[in-house]
């Protein structure tokens, strides 16, 4: 079989000594970050990614998607021990988790989150490597005008995921496409937006961005209000579960499961809808709805399943399409970038240990997480107990040495200052980071595709429209922002997130 | 008009003004740029485009604030923070290539500790000792960065 002979070519990369090793280094880097409170993936992410220049692609891949998905597994524990979610998509987890914590069931909590997140990660990975190869042979005809449509709806979906204003999210898109188009102009040579400085001809950096914006501005809004943070328990014993409680779980954790994966693929920040959603969808089919909020073991099995397929799954649009699906993808495509590829339907085939090489690190990832996750807890709990005043200087530190390395040029420092303040001013008005990254790194696809297309069809904006698949993708994203605007959905979207505000 | 009640959030506002400069920013500057003629689309087509959605969208969110709409209170600004880590960080970008790696990771993480009112100046010393060692240990030694150890001002 054909997809056998794939993922043994994909082991054989997998299994190479330093990709195992990277591998590792990725998902310990990843559930270190998810553990601590106020530095998540994306940060890091940008941060790491110009030592990723020395590596080969298929080892820089591994080690960046093992932070991704490793940093999922490390803000359960946060979640559940401190009831501070490490990591956005783990706010549900703290509601029940940190609950069964508080009732000596701390140890149960983690197990169910590290193997229903084990289980989720794993049929995930293995959905992945069964969809992603046909659904690149459909997208290797699409042209420019499907391209341009097919960004344009994924701009949009990901609005209608985001909470809070709609409005807001999506000015801060278009600002992230306004400043994708600084620099010189890929047609004609003409500077955009450079302002007479030399450092821009190439465009803003997008490590600069993403730091700013991810990194710096988090620490400013953290700083807001000075809380110390109180470890609960300090001890975990009790790190399995018993017969009954492995008969409770299995349920929520394949309906997480399907759920995440589901929801995964869509653009922005699948996955944190996906935990929220699978909350809720436990909680309706429970025979003891009055449980949950006091510890309910389905609340915890549910969506920390739910999160992880999610965080898998969202690789699919990046590696088949060249589409990043929310911040942490666009990083990666980045890295992808910088090591001179182009990602799209073409990696698949054209560079296969690539592509089985990321998909069979994966397990191999989920499988070590579950090691440093379940026997190596007690490093973790010792962890928490470092303060937040002691982490921000590591981590302002951290930033601007990995923006500076990139290019040894201060420039890409100063625009992180730039950001990070712009980028606080906006996210403590209400709006969200994640659309303007997203923008951003679509900015240049969307323009490039957009020309090509006018180019080919003469001039004539028709040929969106005359083209079927392209009519298609826009009437979907006209019926998604109609549907988004509508007030009783807006309400609905409300209701999912109320619980993200406590 | 309205009556102006000092509980409701300005947020709007301050998040319209924001959108509102900058795509009158970009949007001058757009004009510029070839628009594009015939079948080709010119450098300046997609810029002046999305200015012009940047602004519609400014001027809406900045009237929402008129509408009722009540929000929860506003934590105090950071402004210590916002100094002291936009300073370190500008140091960093500044005298970085002079000073060294050792060196200039203790002044900027030293400067950053600083801005938690949690530190005390001592402590800010401490942090900032563990991060220079940390720093030389994991970039210079492991990752072989290209900044030097020492700069050229101390004259090694």
Known sequence: MDLLSNLALGFETAFSPVNIIWCFVGVLLGTLVGVLP?????????????????????????????IYYGAQYGGSTTAILINLPGESSSAVTAVDGYQMARRGRAGQALATAALGSFFAGSVATLLLAMAAPPLASVAIRFGSPEYFALI??????????????????LGMIVLGLVLATVGQDAYTGTPRFTLGQLELYGGINFVSIAVGVFGVAEIFRNLEDERGREV?????THLWLSRE?????????????????????????????????????EKKSSKHPEEFGHGAIEGVAGPESANNAAAQTSFIPLLTLGIPAHPVMALILGAFILQGIVPGPKVISSQPELFWGIVASMWIGNVMLVILNLPL????????????????????????IGCYSINNNPFDVYAVIVFGVLGYALIRCGCEPAPLLLGFVLGGLLEEHLRRALI??????????????????????????????????????????????G | MPMTNPQRSRNDLY?????????????????????????????????????????????????????????????????RALVLVCLSLFLFGYASDDLGLVPIVFICTALTALSSTQNSFAAALIIAAVMSLLCFAVFKLGLGINLPSFGPVFGL
């Open chain 2, 15 to 79: 998040v319209g003004a924001i959108f509102i400069s900058l795509a009158i920013f970009f949007g001058s500057e757009a004009r510029h740029y070839d628009l594009g003629a015939g079948g080709q689309v010119g450098p300046g087509l997609f810029p002046v485009v999305l200015s012009v959605l940047l602004l519609g969208l400014g001027i809406a969110i900045g009237l929402q604030y008129w509408r009722a709409h009540s929000d929860h209170q506003a934590r105090p600004v950071p402004w």
């Open chain 1, 152 to 169: 344009v709806v994924g701009l949009l979906v990901s609005i209608s995921l985001a909470h809070g204003s709609m409005l807001k999210a």
């Open chain 1, 456 to 501: 080919i069809a003469h001039g004539d904006p028709m040929v969106f429209i005359q083209n079927p698949i392209s009519a298609v993708l826009l009437a979907v994203g006209v019926i998604i922002l109609v549907v988004a605007a509508l007030p009783s959905i807006r309400g609905k979207r409300d209701e999912v997130f109320a619980e993200d505000e």
């Open chain 1, 232 to 236: 609960g328990v300090k001890h975990v």
């Open chain 1, 377 to 400: 807890i007690g490093v973790w709990v010792k962890l928490l107990s470092v303060p937040y005043r002691a982490l921000f200087p590591a981590i302002v530190t951290f930033a601007a």
């Open chain 1, 38 to 66: 106020g530095i998540g993936p994306t940060a890091t992410i940008a941060m790491l990614l110009p030592i990723t220049f020395t590596f080969s692609p298929v080892t820089a891949l591994i080690m960046l998607s093992g």
């Open chain 1, 245 to 281: 409680e492995f008969r409770r779980i299995a349920a929520p954790v394949m309906r997480g499961t399907a759920l995440g994966s589901i929801l995964g693929i869509l653009p922005g920040g699948g996955h944190v809808l996906a935990s929220f959603a699978s909350y809720a969808v």
